[in-house]
T-cell receptor, first 116, second 110 residues
Framework: GAVVSQHPSRVICKSGTSVKIECRSLDFQATTMFWYRQFPKQSLMLMATSNEGSKATYEQGVEKDKFLINHASLTLSTLTVTSAHPEDSSFYIC????????????FGPGTRLLVL | TQLLEQSPQFLSIQEGENLTVYCNSS?????LQWYRQEPGEGPVLLVT?????EVKKLKRLTFQFGDARKDSSLHITAAQPGDTGLYLC??????????FGTGTRLKVLA
């Protein structure tokens, strides 16, 4: 089956620092990757859509200068949380769409970010 | 803004009972997916429904897509403690993005 990995799985950082989260499709090429944020006991909220070779599309209310997305290749997208603050603490999850199906998305295991 | 409301929000039942979770919207979706998520993990896909009125069965789980493709339901028969988790519906929009429902947290007691 299609596998998507995320690294790191957990990260703790100090307020004001930047954190990079990687999302990789391990056995397929992903035309599109999505980044979600999930607060405790809540559902997933789409942050942005990442397309290889082009700028990410951000959802309303998501600051693109704070959440930098780079889709460097067909198997890798990165999310950088810049100047992190405690309110950025959350569970960040990516998903990836393979070439053959825009309706199919495979989720990564998530990254737990804690900003102190 | 497209919204998917799930009900109930929380459900705690005894092992062996049946339950239904609803996912409702005023928007039409191309397809709809149901996921189950365990704490600290990514969501795991259970099913995708595409056609209005479609019914899919996965062992003790029955999924239905509304005729107008605006709503869906998940029915679990004879629930087991292993069914415990967060159930999420997600609708595919016209711009090929998935919008997630508000979630239903299920706890099945042994």
């Amino acid at each position: 089956g299609a596998v998507v990995s995320q690294h790191p799985s957990r990260v703790i950082c100090k307020s004001g620092t930047s954190v990079k989260i990687e999302c990789r499709s391990l056995d397929f090429q992903a035309t599109t990757m999505f980044w979600y944020r999930q607060f405790p006991k809540q559902s997933l909220m789409l942050m942005a859509t990442s397309n290889e070779g082009s700028k990410a599309t951000y959802e309303q209310g998501v600051e693109k200068d704070k959440f930098l997305i780079n889709h460097a290749s067909l198997t890798l997208s990165t999310l950088t949380v810049t100047s992190a603050h405690p309110e950025d603490s959350s569970f960040y999850i990516c998903s990836a769409n393979p070439w053959e199906g825009l309706e199919t998305q495979y989720f990564g295991p998530g990254t737990r970010l804690l900003v102190l | 803004t497209q919204l998917l409301e799930q009900s109930p929000q929380f459900l705690s039942i005894q092992e062996g009972e049946n339950l239904t979770v609803y996912c409702n919207s005023s928007s039409v979706f191309s397809s709809l997916q149901w996921y189950r998520q365990e704490p600290g993990e990514g969501p795991v896909l259970l099913v995708t429904v595409v056609t209005g009125g479609e019914v899919k069965k996965l062992k003790r789980l029955t999924f239905q897509f509304g005729d107008a493709r605006k709503d869906s339901s998940l029915h679990i028969t004879a629930a087991q403690p292993g069914d415990t988790g967060l159930y999420l519906c997600a609708g595919l929009t016209g711009t090929y993005k998935y919008i997630f429902g508000t979630g239903t947290r299920l706890k099945v007691l042994a």
